[in-house]
């Protein structure tokens, strides 16, 4: 047994406030605990039976009373709620300005995709003081990345992917745990943070055995697996244009408008059936099972690189 | 009417041998029944805990492999859940009292009463069989799309025989419903009506609105599992995360199936070991029914981490927020129903402080789980894990006990040691305490649940809990050794042990067969104990402590 630890560090920008939150309701809820458990007890004992036959006093109500402990732990429990929504979308929602990790979970271990190409497994090596922005896929059944001394999880979910973020604040090793029940050897499913100062992450990057950045696979997939020759940069092809379709609305065939996120990128690789652009022929094939998770994410990674071209007008002839 | 003076057996000697009690029909023995196979089960789901505690001994994986350490964690909440705590109060007292507190011979459709416990048991061979094939390793929560395509235990077996259970569950809660809208005896209006059926009426609801709902969702698992359906599988099109919302909207409610029923028990046991009527009647009354129907609203607090909308998020958290309210509000009124009581100290009473506190926290930490900031960090940890068995054993089974306890004279006709009653309650409390608490901090340090390994930080934490643990078995073995060996006993209950109000107890202990000698007539509210000081009784005045 090397120590006795009865409260987690706190090494990232929104543990202080959780914990904050935590005692909040912790000095609510004692308060409770102990007036009720005190109030049970006491009545218990100052009003025992003294005799065989002794029966209550006839008291049936007190609607004052009622609407007392209705109104007042109604009001608590919506502070409680108010503030950890606010708490709950800071946390949800990463930064625009964030660095952003890939992460993919497979029974049992999580690979690890820096921005410029540098891969791990099962550890994550971050500055400190960055926002970090963990997009988190699966391979197979359902995972979570689950950084106790940052306060923050997310299910790994197969078949879309989901996001994370946190700003490390303090340099150090911190656990990595699956937090969702994944099979046999869920409990082993586990790993470490290295947050580390700016300088020091960056010679570790420098140190990584880098196989070209997420854009840059991306990019030779993309012409690899052949999406150029449909994606082209002009209307020409049979595929729509992907240049500037990131985070933009897109028409459909069926007449809804979606957003062009991640997960719509995803989708309409591995299922593009299921969201066919208005004025093409569904007719591209499914990726489902060709690409990996990784390559997804890749493959994603380039496509958000894509600008729309600058209107055509001032070049001037051909 | 006192013990000994009918000319009609009881219900216990009424025809005697196996197959009348097997082709019974009468309530009171399905009662019995249904007590003694939950029993098994509780002894069942008692020994896989063993197992789980036993391993986390030690931070590393080595007394069980981890497969079935995965399996005893599945088997220990799949058996506890639907073989032990949905039907344990509902079942057994429930279908012993309902009757007889509103005044009737026996439940609308007593024949659907026994199939529900053979529709119970066929249930109860198919997962048993799930266990003897090699187990299932799903987790209770069976989540896909582990559960539809990639684990290689015994799901489908497993599942159906939840499934299967299901339909005693619904046929019980159907039968309850009917009863108590229709078999109440002249005089026993809505507002006279004990807070146990009260109790009970919600938890009907919720079993034969909910219950099919989980059937349907086993069913589509069964179709992606055996018959190659997509419906979770997301490489075929399939959404994991909708069997979640599938799965919740049952398994939340369930909840309430496992918790009112003994909320109900403590409000019969608070205003009779008080002896004065329930403080606020028609609050805690309601409060039933608001728990009941809030709760069906409320299933996405177990998905805040799951990919689910954060603004869906939101509507969940708040609602949850509000059903902690009508629970706050039982409490305070179970409290204040003890002031100027005239409160006794014998056994029942300690079962009821023990609940009081252990649901307390129970509830009150559900505060924390509810909030959706906190609940990242709290979201399958072992803080979870504490809360719900804070709520489900110390609430749940602290009732259950207290209500065997308190019934067990009306029921067997035999009175066990006052003694032994308030030990066990004491050692089954501090048992559940050094068992659970540890687990709040294990959790908030964010141990994962369903670990079979872990850090060796959490050890210590570790130890006391299963220490705990040996109290806790301890404690409940002592009750099930008494309570046997007082069968053995002759016949010394009196038809009124406690001096209790309620229809139940103006009948001989054990009653029987057709519960009243005549057709009684209800003149008066439920626990009118004030009206009692008149035939010599003493009445605590306004100011006489
Ligand atoms: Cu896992
Ligand atoms: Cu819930």
Redesign the interface.
């Known amino acids: ?8 560090e706190a090494a990232s920008s929104i543990a202080h ?2 914990d904050l ?2 005692f909040f ?2 000095a ?2 004692s308060f ?2 102990v007036l ?2 005190a ?3 006491f ?2 004992v ?17 609607i004052a ?2 609407l007392l ?2 109104v007042i ?2 009001a608590l ?2 502070a ?2 108010v ?11 990463p930064p625009a300005d964030s660095m952003e990790v890939f992460v993919v979970g497979k ?1 049992w271990m999580w690979k690890v995709q820096h921005p410029d190409g540098v891969r791990e497994i099962n550890e994550l090596h971050v500055p400190i003081n960055r926002n970090i922005k963990i997009t988190l896929g699966s391979e ?3 995972h ?1 990345y ?1 950084i ?2 940052f ?5 790994a ?4 992917l ?1 996001t994370m973020w946190f700003r490390a604040t303090k340099a150090g090793t911190y ?1 990595i ?12 499913m586990i790993g470490r943070v290295i947050a580390m100062e700016e300088h020091d992450y960056e010679a570790w990057l420098a140190g990584g055995r880098s196989t070209g950045t997420a854009v840059e696979n991306g990019e030779r997939l993309f012409t690899d697996l052949a999406c150029i020759t449909c994606h082209k940069s002009d209307t020409t092809g049979r595929g729509p244009v992907l240049a500037g379709v990131f985070g933009n609305p897109v028409r459909l065939m069926d007449g809804r408008t979606v957003v062009a996120d991640e997960n719509y990128l995803r989708e309409s690789i591995v ?1 593009p059936q ?1 969201k066919v652009v208005l004025g093409y022929q569904p007719i591209m094939p499914t990726f ?2 060709t690409v990996s998770e990784e390559n997804l994410m890749q493959l994603i990674a380039y496509i958000k690189t894509l600008k729309a071209a600058p209107p055509a007008a001032p070049t001037g002839g051909q | 009417m006192t013990h000994g003076t009918q000319n009609s057996p009881s219900y216990l000697d009424a025809p005697y041998g196996i197959w009348s009690w097997l082709l019974t029909k009468d309530h009171k023995r399905i009662g019995i029944m249904y007590l003694i196979s939950v029993t098994v089960f509780f002894a069942i789901g008692g020994l896989f805990a063993a197992g789980i505690r036993t391993e986390l001994l030690t931070p590393q994986g080595d007394f069980l492999t981890a497969d079935l350490y995965n399996k005893l964690f599945t088997l220990h909440g799949v058996v506890m859940i639907f073989f032990f705590l949905i039907p344990s109060i509902p079942a057994t007292l429930g279908n012993f009292l309902i009757p007889i507190q509103i005044g009737a011979k026996d439940l609308a459709f007593p024949r659907i009463n026994l199939l529900s416990w053979y529709i119970y048991v066929i249930g109860a061979v198919f997962t048993l069989a799930a266990v003897f094939m090699g187990g299932v390793d799903t987790g209770w929560t069976f989540y896909t799309p582990y559960s539809s395509i990639a684990s290689n235990t015994n799901v489908v077996l497993a599942a159906l025989g939840v499934f299967i259970t299901g339909f005693s569950s619904i046929l019980t809660g159907f039968n309850f419903i009917v009863t108590i809208h229709r078999m109440r005896a002249p005089g026993m209006t809505w507002f006279r009506l004990p807070l146990f059926i009260w109790a009970h009426y919600a938890t009907s609801l919720v079993m034969i609105l909910g219950t099919p709902v989980v059937a349907i969702t086993i069913l589509l698992v069964f179709a992606e599992r055996a018959m190659g359906f997509a419906i979770f599988d997301p490489r075929a099109g399939g959404d994991p995360v909708l069997f979640q919302h599938l799965f919740w909207f049952y398994s939340h409610p369930a909840v309430y199936i496992m918790i009112l029923p003994g909320m109900g028990v403590v409000s019969e046991l608070v205003a009779a070991v008080s002896r004065k009527q329930i403080f606020g009647y028609s609050f805690v009354a309601y409060s039933s029914l608001a728990i009941a129907i809030i709760g069906f609203l409320v299933w996405g607090h177990h998905m805040f981490v799951s990919s689910q909308s954060i603004y869906a998020g939101l509507v969940f958290s708040i609602i949850t927020m509000i059903v902690a309210v009508p629970s706050a509000v039982k409490t305070f009124n179970w409290t204040a129903t003890m002031y100027k009581g005239s409160v006794t100290w014998e056994s029942p009473t300690y079962w009821v402080i023990g609940f009081m506190g252990l649901f307390l926290i129970g509830g009150l930490t559900g505060l924390f789980l509810g909030t959706m900031g906190l609940d990242v960090h709290l979201h399958d940890t072992y803080f979870v894990v504490a809360h719900f068995h804070y709520i489900m054993v110390g609430g749940a089974i602290m009732a259950f006990l207290g209500g065997v306890h308190f019934y067990w004279p009306k029921m067997t006709g035999r009175m066990y040691p006052e003694a032994m009653g308030k030990i066990s309650a004491i050692l089954v409390f501090v048992g559940f305490n050094l068992t659970f608490f540890p687990q709040f901090v294990l959790g908030y340090l964010g141990m994962p649940r369903r670990y079979h390994a872990y850090p060796e930080d959490f050890q210590i934490l570790n130890v006391l809990s299963t220490a705990g643990a040996g109290v806790l078995g301890l404690g409940y073995a002592l009750i099930v050794f008494y309570l046997v060996a007082s069968l053995f006993k002759e016949r010394n209950a009196p038809a009124n042990p406690w001096g209790a109000t309620g229809l139940e107890w103006q009948i001989q202990s054990p009653p029987i067969t057709l519960n009243f000698e005549s057709d009684p007539i209800v003149t008066e509210d439920a626990y009118n104990y004030a009206g009692r000081a008149g035939h010599g009784g003493h009445a605590k005045k306004a100011g006489e402590v």
């Open positions: 047994m090397s120590s006795f630890p009865l409260f987690p406030e959780v939150l935590y309701i912790l609510v809820c409770f605990a009720v458990s109030l049970v007890v009545f218990a100052k009003f025992r039976r003294r005799h065989p036959d002794e029966v209550g006093a006839d008291i049936h109500g007190s009373l009622e402990w209705t732990p109604f429990a919506m409680m709620f503030w950890g929504a606010d708490l709950y979308f800071r946390i949800a929602r029974q197979d059944v359902l979570d689950y106790p001394a306060r923050v999880k997310m299910d979910v197969p078949g879309k989901t656990q745990f699956c937090a969702e029940y994944c099979g046999t050897n869920h409990s082993g299922n299921a489902q099972g």
